[in-house]
């Protein structure tokens, strides 16, 4: 089998070449993964700014944000301030196919798209619970944990979502919302996961700090405003080359991140879309819950103002 072909008019070229050590891949095994969850995956993809992991031989992965100038005229993009680097980013949108086939080529194996549409970044369509386990062999079980009680915390508040794995260790809960702007969006947010925490605080934790969190799950809330999240469907750079899956609620105490790998993943999901078919309807944010994450400070700059803190605190005990 050759390997070069064309596609939807897109050249690709070194198919039959490794993605990475471990991945047990080729890169026509991703390009041919990509094909047959296009729509699927476009549908999470579609007019939000992307940006992506890619994996050029014999490099470590990295991730791309600003488009490359070798850029085919065609693939759809938006300019925008990037506050993180301090300069103007161009960022693809995949939209249709052909994109998703140039970036396969291109290497691209993980997918990363903004909350908010291009334009409407301050109006997010959803909320996201980035549950992030400690290491160790029983961490996802420890994460599924986790996420029901991020579930108790909805229903408490008259919210539902929709549940998948990260395609690593952890777990990524979507709520749909509508309404809502970023700063209305990140305060629900950060009080979900305190609620959260609230409920198996020995289980649980929303301590930004990493030394902070003593082996518990950290229920991440920073996934706000300009923040992206791995997309659905998409592969992870992770030995077996696993696949980010969503998961009914009901089924989520008897999978395993292993049981979604590239292969796997298209023989789970047939013609299906379960993803879709698992998003409640956007939903409007409670007042008193906004409220409750406005008397929450930002993980972030609490973070870094702590580090100043226990900085100082160093340097004083040295001297």
């Known amino acids: 089998m050759s390997s070069a072909e064309v596609r939807d008019g897109v050249s690709l070229t070194n198919l039959d070449q490794s993605l990475f050590a471990d991945a047990g891949a080729t890169k026509r095994d991703l390009v041919d993964y990509l094909d047959a969850v296009a729509d699927r995956m476009i549908a999470a993809l579609r007019d939000r700014p992307l940006s992506v992991v890619r994996v050029l031989r014999g490099q470590d992965p990295f991730m791309q944000k600003n488009l490359p100038k070798y850029t085919p005229e065609w693939v759809p993009r938006v300019s925008m301030w990037a506050e993180s680097s301090h300069r103007q980013v161009t960022y693809a949108l995949c939209d249709d196919r052909r994109t998703l086939l140039w970036f396969g080529n291109q290497r691209a194996i993980e997918y990363h798209p903004t ?181 929450i400070p930002i993980a972030r700059v609490q973070a870094m103002h702590e580090g100043k803190r226990r900085a100082r605190a160093r340097r004083e005990q040295g001297s």
């Open 115 to 295: 909350l908010g549409t291009a334009g409407h970044l301050d109006r997010p369509t959803h909320l996201v619970l980035d549950l992030d386990p400690p290491e160790g062999s029983a961490a996802f079980d420890l994460a599924v944990r986790a996420a029901h009680l991020v579930r108790r915390a909805l229903d408490d508040c008259g919210l539902a979502g929709a549940v998948k794995t990260s395609g690593s260790k952890g777990v990524h809960i979507f709520v749909p919302v509508r309404g809502a702007d970023a700063e209305q969006a990140a305060a629900a947010t950060r009080a979900l996961a305190a609620r959260a925490e609230a409920l198996d605080p020995e289980l649980a934790t929303t301590a930004f700090i990493r030394e902070d969190r003593e082996g518990k799950v950290f229920l991440d809330s920073t996934r706000a405003g300009g923040a992206t999240v791995v997309a659905v469907y998409s592969p992870r750079v992770r030995p077996g080359l696993p696949v980010s899956f969503p998961v009914p609620w009901s089924d989520l105490d008897n999978v395993r991140p292993s049981d979604f790998t590239l292969r796997e993943a298209l023989r789970l999901l047939g013609s299906d879309d379960p993803w879709t078919e698992s998003l409640p309807d956007p939903q409007e944010l409670p007042a008193e819950l906004v409220e409750h994450g406005r008397t």
